[in-house]
């Protein structure tokens, strides 16, 4: 049985300058931290990846950000990591579900990396065990159109309502992202547009 929805209001979290993570490992703390909040999320996909299926590549840059590779691979960035809240974490991992989900096209691509170093990076959400050496390059995504993104929204929230959390995860996700990145901020901002529509939509939803 799923947990009973999430009450909590959204909240403002004190968040740290960006900073340089050089080449540390994410630690086995990080790693199961994202499994904990990961696999509840794939398994109210409406066509779930199996669990041995998804792969999750920690992109060693600052910007905060996150992204969808296709065939159950993600991307996410160590400065999202280490600066949002597990329900942060939670509402961003569910929008990029959701567009895996909702089969739109894999816009993801990491520059500046090797095909090697990127297969080494990918690493299995289910079993992740240990630390997980960060892949060095730069994380970059061609922007969805306005419609796919609306989806992803209305679909990550359905998927956060089925593991027993509440639209105000997203609504919370989202505001955060455009308080810490600005109108003009780089990062997920600058290729997932129009926050300011996107929140009012979901805080409209029943």
């Not at 996909?45 to 950000?65: A, W």
């Not at 079993?127 to 679909?155: C, K, Q, S, W």
Request: charge should be neutral; include cysteine.
């Amino acid at each position: 049985m799923a947990p009973p929805p999430s009450q909590r209001a959204p909240q403002n979290y004190p968040q740290p300058m960006p900073q340089s993570y050089g080449s540390r490992a994410v630690d086995s703390n990080d790693a199961a931290r994202l499994r904990r909040v990961m696999v509840p999320l794939v398994q109210a996909m409406d066509n779930p990846c199996r669990l041995e299926q998804v792969k999750v590549g920690i992109i060693n840059q600052n910007e905060i950000n996150a992204a969808n590779a296709g065939n159950c691979q993600f991307y996410v960035t160590m400065g999202l990591l280490r600066r949002a809240s597990d329900d942060q974490l939670r509402g961003v991992l569910a929008h990029e579900l959701a567009h895996q989900d909702l089969g739109h096209v894999a816009k993801a691509q990491v520059l500046g990396a090797t095909i090697s170093a990127l297969g080494a990076g990918l690493q299995t959400i289910f079993p992740l065990a240990g630390a997980v050496a960060p892949i060095a390059g730069e994380l970059a995504v061609r922007t969805y159109g306005r419609n796919e993104e609306f989806n992803a929204d209305m679909h990550g929230v359905d998927i956060l309502r089925r593991a027993g959390y509440s639209k105000e995860v997203m609504v919370d996700s989202l505001s955060w992202l455009r308080r810490i990145s600005g109108d003009q901020g780089g990062g997920f901002l600058s290729t997932h547009p129009g926050l300011d529509d996107r929140i009012a939509t979901i805080q409209h939803l029943r």
